[in-house]
């Protein structure tokens, strides 16, 4: 706790830098951004319990002002957050130890559209929709369209390493950047190399995608584009078995159909969730395959991966189920439809191989299930992210009477994530697919990097030897 | 909406980000606690025993007009407009608010208009046809009465003034001020119950919204159900696409923006307005970006008297996109709009005018 005239010092340096309109220490906006979407803080105050605030909140408007704004922290010592749209499910922006929340939201510019090479760039405090937005007058799309994009920023795209309904064909975010304007922990503004598929040296910058802000802060990017597809097709099937269903969308995605979207959900989530928001009460697996682009190719592209469901069983429900799909797909995570307090929930995401999917996602349900009996858990899954070497599973875990005591409650939760990320990590898989790390992982980093995760200590000392950076996220410790 | 029903709400909202996009508010002032997210975070908060009402944390919750974008971008239709009013308004009966609104409320007391006191005698003789024109018009923009009666007589009709120089009663309502704006509400519907109109012609869309939905839904009021509410500029849009009615064109050939006014998602007639100008000054509009479905509030409702700071910088937003967009003149109709919009218009290089001011210069 600072006492005597050192919060006050910092307050008026800061100020100096944004202005007395972009700098606060109001107990009601502290208290907004005491805690992203990250279940634990948000049961915090839901059970009436205080949460650690950030001792300022500064919105500066460019990143000569974040580099000072750095500068400043470095020399009191004090942590930094930065702070995009607060959307990030793992605690990336929690403050833990208080310090300078730095909302990145006034860098909101779209700096250039360049039509020919189909390039964006924008300054990283964007919202996601209001970019999709702008490249739309155009007739283009910024093709990364997660479910949180009207309230996440491009910042908060690359920093935990989004992945969007579509990256099956188009990519992660991550596979979508070009280049980045990056403020350092010292202050230093560097940009990376223009263009990333070059043998100039290392790509460095891809050590910032994935730092969730403990490496320093993403001003801007420049993120590819694609047209608008003329056509965008969408088609319902139904398998009776899981494995059957996992085999047609291995085959779909390496024969390179370029599905737009392949999303099977698991039987469980089939009869709770598809039933829930959608209103289909099928019994099986319930799988949404979709096609973009030019609508020949799209046609055939469809007509082939129909062809290898068939072959193994699905039925065919048609266009209109998975349409639906497309049209509500997003509903699954709102409320009323989506999940809510006093449930306990946790999005245990992981990534592995073909060959390691399907064990990953029994050993991991069955870890689960078996250890939280008493609590009466429900574990669904669904998969949706396909890369031409493996997918991922988006599991949940679900408790509807967790304890009320908020202490116990946080004691299940953390166990109950244990025995998840361990049964991920010991049959293959990585901690999560594109949720990032933030505070909710960070015990495990050590364990999934094993060998290497010395070096990136090292890293992060080289950059940040203050680590003023986002304390206590990604598996780093707090100030030093 | 009672206080716990609205607390229902507001814990959906609390969790839930959604409409952020579209918000206006965070949109100028980058500022998480002034999304619908951190209001009902705030409210809760409160509730919760986290946090206590101050003039910070009351600030937060007046700023709030009364979250038509929120209400409009819903991704699941929450009332969060209705939770905000009912807020307000316990609030208010609990003598907590902050000291703009205390200000406010002492006037309110005093007068029945947060504009002007004039006394206009309506004659509420027998008319199918009524006309409000509002205190808005009547203070804050008043070179549109001549326009909007040039342009009823047009149209060949001769309606009934009611409540002329008076609220509608929505401002009161969005301050939270219930029972003021029930007083308001029921003074129009009695003028136009006096006159036995058939139809109502209102010149705004926030009296149209006021009037089709907020009597009814917000206010627990009747309004009575075989009064046809009609916009002005429906009416001419009507009679230009018939045939009744033309328009000569300009021959300014600058190029202009429509500014979609502040309530205009409450009733998305996003054509009307355009299709008129289109008649008058074809080829040289440009559109805003943050226009129709996306359109932001100007500041001019009740933000511009509980928070002008944030209400100015809503104003100049408008503009700046206007500006951006390359525009050299901007248009709009509603009243409160205009003038506000009027207040900064000149900095951005920017001519202002009134949409019915054109429209009646040019009729055919
Ligand atoms: C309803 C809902 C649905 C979601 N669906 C998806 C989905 O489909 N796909 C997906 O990937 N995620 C999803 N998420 C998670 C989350 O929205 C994403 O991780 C999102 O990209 C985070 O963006 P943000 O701007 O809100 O970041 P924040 O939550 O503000 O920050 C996330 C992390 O990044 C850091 N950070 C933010 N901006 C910067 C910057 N400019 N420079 C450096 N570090 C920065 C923060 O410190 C923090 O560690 C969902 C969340 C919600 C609430
Ligand atoms: S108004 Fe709707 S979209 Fe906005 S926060 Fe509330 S529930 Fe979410």
């Known amino acids: ?480 | 909406m009672t206080y716990q029903e609205a607390l229902e709400t507001l814990e959906k909202c609390r969790y839930c980000l959604m409409c952020r996009h579209a918000d206006p508010l965070s949109h100028v002032s980058f500022n998480e606690a002034l999304t619908p997210h951190g209001i009902a975070l705030t409210i809760y908060s409160e509730h919760k025993g986290l946090l206590s009402w101050n003039e910070d944390s009351l600030r937060t919750v007046f700023s709030e007009t009364d979250a038509g974008v929120a209400r409009s971008h819903c991704a699941t239709d929450q009332p969060f407009s209705e939770a905000v009013s009912a807020v307000k308004s316990e609030l208010l009966s609990q003598g907590k608010m902050p000291e703009t609104v205390a200000r406010l409320k002492e006037r309110l007391e005093q007068t029945p208009s947060f504009f002007g006191d004039a006394e206009f005698k309506s004659a509420l003789e027998q008319n199918d046809y009524a006309l409000f024109i509002s205190d808005e018009m009547q203070y804050l923009w008043p070179e549109s009465v001549n326009a909007v009666n040039t342009l009823i007589k047009a149209l060949t009709l001769s309606p009934a003034e009611i409540t002329r120089g008076k609220s509608s009663g929505f401002l009161a309502l969005s301050l939270g001020f219930m029972e003021q704006a029930k007083k308001q509400a029921k003074q129009l519907m009695t003028e136009l119950e006096a006159v036995k109109a058939k139809e109502l012609i209102v010149l705004s869309q926030t009296d149209l919204y006021t009037c089709r939905h907020v009597y009814a839904e917000r206010l627990g009021l009747s309004f009575p159900e075989e009064v046809k509410v009609t916009s002005l500029l429906a009416l001419l849009t009507q009679a230009y696409k018939n045939g009744k009615l033309s328009f000569k064109p300009s021959a300014d050939t600058r190029p202009y923006a429509y500014i979609d006014p502040s309530q205009a998602l409450r009733v998305k007639d996003f054509d009307s307005p355009r299709h008129l100008l289109g008649a008058i000054l074809p080829g040289n509009q440009v559109e805003l970006f943050w226009r129709k479905e996306r359109t932001h509030p100007t500041g001019s409702g009740s933000t511009w008297f509980s928070n002008p700071e944030l209400a100015e910088k809503l104003t100049r937003a408008r503009l700046e996109d206007a500006q951006k967009q390359g525009a050299e003149v901007i248009y709009c109709e509603d009243s409160a709009d205009l003038s506000q919009l009027n207040r900064y218009a000149a900095d951005y290089g920017l001519e202002l005018k009134g949409l019915y001011e054109l429209l009646a210069d040019h009729l055919g």
């Open chain 1, 1 to 480: 706790m600072r006492t005597g005239l050192v919060p006050d010092m910092i307050y008026s340096e800061l100020e100096e830098i944004v202005g007395a309109a972009y700098i606060s220490n109001s107990e009601s906006e502290k208290l907004v951004y005491s805690t992203d979407w990250f279940w634990l803080p948000q049961m915090w105050l839901d059970r009436g319990e205080q949460l650690r605030p950030p001792d300022y909140i500064v919105r500066p408007g460019t990143s000569e002002e974040i580099a000072e704004i750095l500068k400043i922290a470095n020399s009191y010592k004090i942590p930094v957050i930065p702070w995009g749209g607060g959307s990030g499910s793992q605690g990336g922006a929690v403050p833990i130890f208080g310090g300078i929340m730095l909302d990145v939201k006034r860098l909101n510019k779209v700096l250039e559209i360049d039509e020919r090479s189909l390039t964006v760039t924008a300054q990283a405090g964007i919202n996601g929709t209001q970019l999709e937005w702008a490249v739309n007058e155009k007739n283009l799309t910024l093709p990364h369209y997660p479910a949180s994009a009207n309230c996440a920023t491009l910042g908060g795209y690359l920093a935990p390493r989004g992945s969007g309904t579509i990256s099956t064909k188009y990519g992660k975010a991550e596979d979508l950047v070009l280049s980045m304007q990056v403020v350092l922990p010292n202050g230093e503004i560097i940009r990376t190399p223009k263009v990333p598929n070059h043998a100039g040296g290392p790509d460095f910058y891809r050590l910032f995608l994935g730092s969730e802000g403990t490496l320093g802060v993403i001003t801007e990017a420049t993120m590819q584009l694609d047209y608008l597809p003329e056509v965008r097709l969408f088609r319902a099937l139904l398998f009776d078995d899981l494995a059957k269903a996992l085999e047609a969308g291995r085959l779909i995605v390496t024969k390179r159909l370029e599905p737009t979207v392949i999303r099977l959900y698991d039987q469980k989530s089939t009869l709770s969730q598809v039933k829930k928001v959608l209103g289909y009460a099928f019994d099986g697996a319930y799988m949404v395959i979709g096609f973009d682009g030019d609508p020949d190719i799209a046609a055939l592209q469809e007509q082939k991966a129909l062809s290898i469901c068939a072959n193994l069983g699905a039925q065919d429900l048609g266009r209109e189920p998975g349409e639906a799909w497309w049209q509500h797909r997003y509903d699954f995570y709102y409320p009323p439809k989506g999940l809510h307090f006093p449930w306990m929930y946790g999005t245990t995401e992981s990534v592995t191989t073909f060959s390691n999917i399907e064990k990953l996602y029994y050993a991991q349900k069955e870890a689960v299930e078996s250890s939280y009996k008493d609590w009466d858990v429900d574990y669904i899954g669904h998969f949706s992210h396909w890369f031409h070497w493996g997918t991922m599973v988006y599991s949940r875990f679900i408790i509807k009477n967790p304890p009320e005591d908020a202490h116990e409650a946080l004691k299940l939760h953390n166990r109950i994530w244990n025995t998840a990320v361990t049964a991920a990590l010991e049959n293959g898989g990585m901690v999560n697919e594109h949720h990032g790390v933030g505070l909710k992982l960070s015990r495990f980093m050590r364990r999934q990097y094993g060998d290497a995760w010395p070096m990136l200590e090292r890293l992060k000392n080289a950059l940040d030897p203050n680590g003023i950076m986002n304390p206590g996220k990604v598996g780093f410790g707090g100030v030093k």
